[in-house]
């Protein structure tokens, strides 16, 4: 480190590759976000095993972007777990809106039990 009165010129040019590098890790940042934003998401299928755990606690993780969500549902129309709704209607990882189950009881809504499958959210 030195100490100057005003920068220098080999100061000045490092400060230029500084800032075209951070406006081009912006631009690529942003290209970055829109790219996963638009990504189809996969979920790999479960087994029959996975299937008759009543105990499953796999992540629900898309195969194309690695975008994770939570806990894998096995009843949830996403099979994604989900543990609040809004007027009668639960919102889906691809955004679309659905009907909660029957019998469903917002008033025994928490954060704590998926509205589909009534597995918990902290789960060892």
């Given at each position: 480190?030195?100490?100057?009165?005003?920068?220098?010129?080999?100061?000045?040019?490092?400060?230029?590759?500084?800032?075209?590098?951070?406006?081009?890790?912006?631009?690529?940042?942003?290209?970055?976000?829109?790219?996963?934003?638009?990504?189809?998401?996969?979920?790999?299928?479960?087994?029959?095993?996975?299937?008759?755990d009543?105990?499953?606690?796999?992540?629900?993780?898309?195969?194309?972007?690695?975008?994770?969500?939570?806990?894998?549902?096995?009843?949830?129309?996403d099979?994604?777990?989900?543990?609040?709704?809004?007027?009668?209607?639960?919102?889906?990882?691809?955004?679309?809106?659905?009907d909660?189950?029957?019998?469903?009881?917002?008033?025994?809504?928490?954060?704590?039990?998926?509205?589909?499958?009534?597995?918990?959210?902290?789960?060892?």
């Amino acid at each position: 480190m030195k100490i100057v009165k005003q920068i220098s010129e080999e100061g000045l040019a490092f400060k230029k590759e500084l800032a075209d590098l951070k406006a081009t890790v912006s631009i690529a940042q942003t290209e970055l976000y829109n790219k996963e934003n638009s990504c189809t998401h996969e979920l790999r299928e479960l087994t029959q095993w996975e299937l008759k755990d009543k105990w499953m606690s796999e992540g629900a993780h898309c195969l194309i972007c690695g975008t994770l969500w939570g806990w894998r549902c096995k009843h949830s129309p996403d099979s994604v777990c989900h543990y609040s709704s809004h007027e009668g209607k639960v919102k889906m990882i691809d955004g679309t809106r659905v009907d909660v189950p029957n019998g469903h009881n917002p008033e025994y809504e928490n954060e704590d039990e998926c509205i589909f499958c009534g597995m918990p959210e902290e789960r060892k």
